[in-house]
C-alpha cells in the first residue's frame, strides 16, 4: 500500500491530538480495528473508495459501524467528511499504528511460517528477535505454506531466514558447486 503524504500528516496531526487527551492507546486501537474492518469488507473497501457515494453518506455509515470508537477518531471522520478523503481512511490508521508504536519504542517483527504461529516457536522467533532488535517487538504472523517449514525474520531493513526452503536452497547451490 503506498503511504500519501496527506495520510502521513492526517495521523500525526490525531496522534498529537490523542497524546494530548490521553487517548493514545485508545485511538491506536480504533485504527486496528478500522484496518482490520476495512481488510475484511470488501463492500466496505469500495463505499469508502468510491467517488459516486456523497461523503456525507460515508459519514453516515462510519458513524454507524463504528459507533464506539473514540472522540478523536470521529473527529478525523468529520475532517475526512469535509476534505472528501475518505479513500486514505486505511492508510491513516495504518500510520497512526506506525508512529504510535514508534512514540513508544516498539518495533514490528514481521514473521513468515508455513503455519500459525505456536507458543514454542514464538519463544525462539523472539529469542532470535532480541538479537537482532533493542526495541520492544511486536509480532506480525504471516501465513505462506511454501516456506514448507521454520520461520523468515523482518525487523526494519534486517531479515533472518530460517525456512525449510531456504536450506533447500542452500542445500541445493552447495551439490551443485
Known amino acids: 500500500m503506498v503511504m500519501s503524504r496527506a495520510a502521513i500528516r492526517y495521523a500525526k496531526a490525531i496522534l498529537e491530538t490523542a497524546v494530548s487527551s490521553g487517548k493514545a492507546n485508545q485511538v491506536n486501537d480504533d485504527m486496528k480495528s478500522i484496518i482490520a474492518a476495512v481488510d475484511s469488507s470488501t463492500d466496505l473497501k469500495e463505499f469508502l473508495a468510491s ?10 455509515a462510519l458513524l454507524e459501524v463504528f459507533s464506539s470508537v473514540q472522540a478523536e477518531t470521529k473527529s478525523l471522520f468529520r475532517l475526512l467528511q469535509e476534505n ?8 491513516i490508521a495504518t500510520q497512526y499504528n ?3 508504536d514508534e512514540m513508544n519504542g516498539v518495533e514490528v517483527a514481521k514473521v513468515t511460517t508455513a503455519f500459525p504461529i ?5 519463544a525462539q522467533i523472539l529469542a532470535k528477535a532480541a538479537t537482532i532488535s533493542t526495541k520492544k517487538l511486536t509480532i506480525q504472523n504471516t501465513i505462506d505454506p511454501s516456506i ?19 536450506r533447500l536452497q542452500e542445500l541445493k547451490r552447495e551439490f551443485s558447486n
Open 51 to 60: 467517488p459516486i457515494i456523497k461523503s456525507d453518506l460515508k459519514m453516515n
Open 84 to 91: 472528501k478523503r475518505f479513500e486514505i481512511l486505511v492508510a
Open 98 to 100: 506506525a508512529q504510535f
Open 118 to 122: 505456536t507458543a514454542d516457536l514464538e
Open 148 to 166: 514448507i517449514g521454520g520461520f523468515i525474520l523482518r525487523i526494519g531493513d534486517k531479515q533472518y531466514n530460517a525456512s525449510v526452503s531456504n
